[in-house]
């Protein structure tokens, strides 16, 4: 509490130490949530910087692994987007496995370590700071006999101790500090499994009774919620995630030479860690000021006086109005930004007048929802990285499912009880929660989880686990994440509603949980399929059962909570719910079993038999969600706001649950008669398919349709008159009927199943026959160079024309996929500093020789290319006409020798430099005169080998000269035999097309 000047009644004798007040007060709530929203940033923080250091450290593990990998003829940045078909082929991903073991095991203990580390090194700090504080007061304090003032300040807070009945080890002591011993404010400390001590300069010994006791009561607060340790420890979460990753990126000092290397490759992750600790800042110091307002909200209602701080603290000035309240952004303009980041006790005036229910709004509003979503995608990557011990993250299901139930218990579980207490205090104020900002907060939380990548991870290693496997593909990616979190925090506001009891939240927190993660983990995988085919067809076929191969309880676990809820809080009214659930069942199952029945004998093939499954799934599933609209539209109470929507939904959700599974149980009821599929488990899957397709419609759909319905009822001219079930009822059979002929008809295409749909699955899949899932990366076929025909002097001097229209021939003969890029600006006739210098002057001498030489055209083209396990391989073609014809390669010779073995300045290796060298080979077999070389450049980088070849070839025809130049750079170790040879023979066939080219007549 903030100090006040010494009373002016300070010699007037001292009231009997009794006090009157209500002890049936409950205790201020402690904020559990923001607690661990804090703690679980410590523990990614922790991990982060755990992992930062390990790479910093050393590259053995990962040195080792690529090493492996090489080995194997595979590139390890071949493996890092979802298309790579490595990916595909079990006995490649095998191999890839037991290289990449080691090195993910020793990342996933490295992190868990510091997981476990940085919030323990927060603990101590906040022991040692109680400590500390203990020997200070043991120094300053005033003994209770010390004055008159004391002893009466001593008794008075007994009694509040023994009327609140704090006794045994929960009893605190009181001290009286002298004023140079704990400055000007009272506080409250402690240690874990000890008495705590509540401190008061002496000078507030001297305060009127009445004043006195507010000051009391509020340290007696925090003492009651049993969070003194909490917030001591929480106190030093904002200071220290980035110096702990500044000490974890320290080993980085042992290569001076890579400084801007480095820079660039841990300067988004270290970005990721500033942004996190100004969330944790924000975190801490607005769960401090809650505490604060929570413990004078305690202290007015034992006393029972409203106005019992204003004494104390003052009037509070006029505030500005609260714009933004409903997003939980009230006055949060740039200074008052950064003022409540460092801010851990609010101004006194601002404390005398506050909203008792501030806090309830402010913990269920735009910004905790927003960090509790970011929070928990930052969960999902982390826990999926370190899970993946004993394979590929990338490839492993299992690894993701658990991730993912991680992060969306970590999300439920603030969510659900803030957004509940939202609501309440909404209701208690006779108005209605807004829900706009808590889902906003949530949808931007997600996408900004999905998009960043884990803190301490190196852009060279690792861009982040939707980054590396949605390369290219980000903004779908981040768009289909964001309906999801719309769709599943709308349906989380509306069990958060009911959540009022223990038991109740619990089940409101588990059905949310598995809303998110069956969402999530769906949509996953249903990009990939789609990644991986680039057709729509894989969409539909794996929404229409995708889910149920992973996930399969997840929605009965859904329709179990909605129906929980929906009892709980009875927002749809049963007869109105009994006809429509009962008319969309009956309709749509017995128009999905007619569709199957009449068409089943016809079906000659898997594909026509996979279309009836879907199409009558279909069926049943648009019965549920007819159900959901129209009971949503039916609800109790009539026309209304979004929150009553809102609490709608659950009950709304479970009549369409209801009705899907009955639509199923029919639909299998009208297929049976026929004799075909009398078995138990043909009944689950009709019953689980429509379920399980109303479950992905409901989530894609909820926030527009609550919006529709919204602009429906506030633009409509004439009272709404309240639905009826004689009404709904004929409604709702119509709609289904009308969709069951219009999917059937195929007027629904984008919906419906394709009639290859089934085939074109089966043949993207790994177990395919005759499918090889690596082709992709083997080496392609060495290409066949055309003969020219024509009767033209290849020797003859070009124009630029003339030499462009004779490269295109690169075109024909490049491997598919290949990709032109633009040639970069010369170097100006810079030579680079080559040791020996020997080998700089026949550079140098080189260089001069073409510069002086006269040329009538100069034109290259250049690409890249994918030459098994290497993805970026370099390919320049080009010919350079002179007016004088060269003779030889004498300067060329003179290069190689002088070059056998060369240094060059490296700023990214560890020694500086890197080494390699000329070495002349076999020419190409051409009738004219020709030279190659093969240039090789080795180097470590941070511990990690590095090798980049050169193949040059050149040949002398007449005035012309045509070269070839293939780089191709790889890790670990030299590029494989095979890739060598297909790079000799497309050199050769490059040469020998231009060639042939250059005697046709133009």
């Given at each position: 509490?903030?100090?006040?000047s010494m009373s002016s009644t300070a010699a007037v004798p001292r009231p009997p130490a009794t006090v009157t007040g209500s002890p049936a007060v ?119 006999a010390g004055t008159a003032a004391a002893g009466w300040a001593t008794e008075r807070f007994a009694a509040w101790c023994d009327l609140l009945g704090l006794t045994g080890r929960r009893r605190p002591r009181l001290v ?827």
């Amino acid at each position: 509490m903030p100090s006040t000047s010494m009373s002016s009644t300070a010699a007037v004798p001292r009231p009997p130490a009794t006090v009157t007040g209500s002890p049936a007060v409950p205790a201020p709530r402690r904020l559990v949530s923001m607690y661990v929203l804090v703690a679980v940033a410590l523990v990614l923080l922790g991990g982060g910087a755990a992992a930062a250091m390990r790479d910093a450290y050393s590259a053995r593990h990962a040195a080792a692994a690529v090493r492996c990998l090489s080995e194997q003829g595979i590139d390890w940045t071949a493996l890092r987007r979802l298309d790579s078909p490595w990916q595909r082929s079990p006995e490649i991903r095998e191999r890839i496995r037991t290289c990449v073991a080691p090195n993910a095991r020793d990342q996933s203990l490295f992190m868990l370590a510091g997981g476990i580390a940085l919030p323990l090194a927060a603990a101590l700090l906040m022991l040692g700071g109680a400590v500390l504080v203990r020997w200070r007061l043991a120094r300053g304090a005033v003994p209770p006999a010390g004055t008159a003032a004391a002893g009466w300040a001593t008794e008075r807070f007994a009694a509040w101790c023994d009327l609140l009945g704090l006794t045994g080890r929960r009893r605190p002591r009181l001290v009286l500090s002298a004023p140079y011993a704990s400055g000007r404010q009272a506080f409250t400390t402690g240690l874990p499994f000890g008495a705590p001590r509540v401190v008061l300069p002496l000078g507030h010994a001297y305060l009127e009774p009445a004043r006195f006791d507010v000051l009391v009561l509020h340290e007696l607060a925090h003492v009651r919620s049993r969070d003194v340790s909490w917030a001591a420890a929480v106190w030093w979460t904002g200071w220290l995630s980035v110096p702990v990753l500044l000490v974890a990126l320290s080993p980085l000092a042992r290569w001076p030479r890579q400084r801007g290397a480095l820079l660039a490759e841990y300067l988004p992750s270290f970005a990721v860690a500033v942004a996190l600790s100004v969330l944790v800042l924000g975190l801490r110091a607005a769960l401090l000021r809650r505490r604060e307002f929570a413990a004078d909200r305690y202290a007015r209602e034992v006393l029972g006086d409203p106005d019992a701080l204003r004494g104390l603290l003052g009037s509070a000035p006029a505030r500005p109005a609260r714009r933004l309240a409903g997003w939980g952004l009230a006055g949060w303009g740039l200074a008052g930004w950064l003022r409540r980041l460092r801010e851990v006790h609010p101004p006194p005036a601002v404390r005398a007048g506050a909203d008792p229910a501030a806090p309830d709004r402010w913990e269920g509003g735009f910004a905790v929802s927003a960090a509790s979503a970011l929070l928990a995608m930052l969960t999902v990557q982390t826990a999926y990285t370190a899970l993946a011990v004993p394979g590929l993250a990338w490839n492993a299901r299992l690894p993701l499912n658990l991730a993912t139930a991680a992060g969306s218990l970590l999300w439920a579980g603030v969510i659900v009880p803030a957004w509940w207490r939202r609501a309440r205090q909404a209701t208690a104020a006779g108005g209605a929660p807004t829900w706009s900002g808590p889902v906003a907060g949530v949808v931007v939380g997600t996408v900004a989880g999905f998009l960043i990548q884990i803190p301490g991870q190196s852009t060279r290693t690792s861009l982040g686990l939707w980054q590396a496997q949605f390369a290219g593909h980000l903004t779908l990616g981040a768009g289909t994440v964001a309906v999801v979190a719309a769709g599943v925090a709308v349906l989380t506001a509306g069990l958060a509603v009911t959540a009022d009891r223990a038991g109740w939240a619990v089940a409101a927190v588990l059905t949310g949980a598995a809303a998110w993660t069956t969402a999530f983990t769906a949509s996953i995988w249903v990009l990939v399929g789609y990644l991986q085919s680039g057709g729509p067809d894989r969409i539909r076929t794996m929404l229409v059962g995708a889910g149920l191969w992973e996930w399969g309880w997840a929605p009965p676990l859904v329709l179990l909570g909605c129906g929980l809820a929906a009892l709980r809080r009875r927002a749809v009214p049963v007869p109105v719910a009994a006809w429509v659930i009962g008319v969309a069942a009956a309709t749509g199952g017995v128009a999905a079993g007619l569709s199957w029945r009449l068409r089943i004998d016809s079906a000659d093939s898997d594909d026509l038999l996979f279309v009836l499954l879907s199409q009558r799934s279909m069926i049943c599933a648009w019965a549920g969600w007819v159900v959901l609209a129209v009971l949503l539209a039916s609800r109790r109470g009539g026309p209304g706001t979004t929150a009553a929507m809102v609490s709608a939904i659950p009950g709304a959700l479970a009549g369409g649950f209801v009705a899907a599974a009955v639509a199923g149980a029919v639909t299998f009821g009208v297929a049976a008669a026929g004799g075909r599929g009398l078995s138990v488990g043909v009944l689950l899957a009709a019953v689980r398919w429509p379920v399980w397709q109303l479950f992905v419609a409901a989530v894609l759909t909820l926030p527009v349709l609550l919006a529709g319905l919204r602009l429906l009822e506030r633009y409509r001219r004439r009272a709404r008159r309240p639905v009826t079930g004689r009404v709904a009822a004929p409604a709702t059979g119509l709609l289904v009927g009308l969709f069951g002929l219009a999917l059937v008809g195929g007027a629904l295409p984008p919906l419906a199943v394709g009639p290859h749909d089934w085939s074109d699955y089966l043949a993207s899949l790994d177990t395919a026959p005759g499918r090889d899932p690596a082709a992709g990366f083997a080496v392609p076929p060495a290409p066949s160079a055309p003969t020219g025909t024509g009767g033209g002097d290849p020797g003859r001097p070009l124009d630029a024309a003339a030499a462009t229209a004779a490269l295109g021939v690169a075109d024909r003969l490049l491997p598919a996929g290949h990709r032109r890029v633009e040639m970069e600006p010369g170097g100006g006739g810079t030579v680079p500093d080559l040791r020996p210098r020997t080998c700089r002057a026949a550079f140098a001498r080189h260089a001069d020789a073409e510069r002086a030489r006269a040329r009538t055209a100069d034109v290259a083209r250049k690409y890249t290319i994918s030459v098994g396990p290497h993805p970026e391989v370099t390919v320049t073609l080009g010919i350079t006409s002179y007016v004088t014809p060269v003779r030889d390669f004498r300067l060329d010779r003179e290069l190689t020798e002088r070059c056998a073995h060369l240094t060059i300045p490296s700023s990214v290796t560890d020694t500086g430099v890197m080494e390699g060298g000329y070495v002349s080979g076999p020419p190409p077999a051409v009738s004219y005169p020709a030279y190659r070389t093969d240039f090789t450049l080795t180097g470590r980088v941070r511990s990690l080998a590095g090798v980049s070849t050169v193949l040059s070839e050149r040949v002398l025809v007449g005035h012309n000269a045509v070269y070839v130049d293939i780089l191709l750079g790889s890790s670990g170790g030299p590029p494989s035999a095979e890739v060598l040879a297909y790079r000799d023979r497309l050199a050769e066939a490059l040469l020998l097309a231009v060639i042939g080219d250059l005697r046709l007549d133009r």
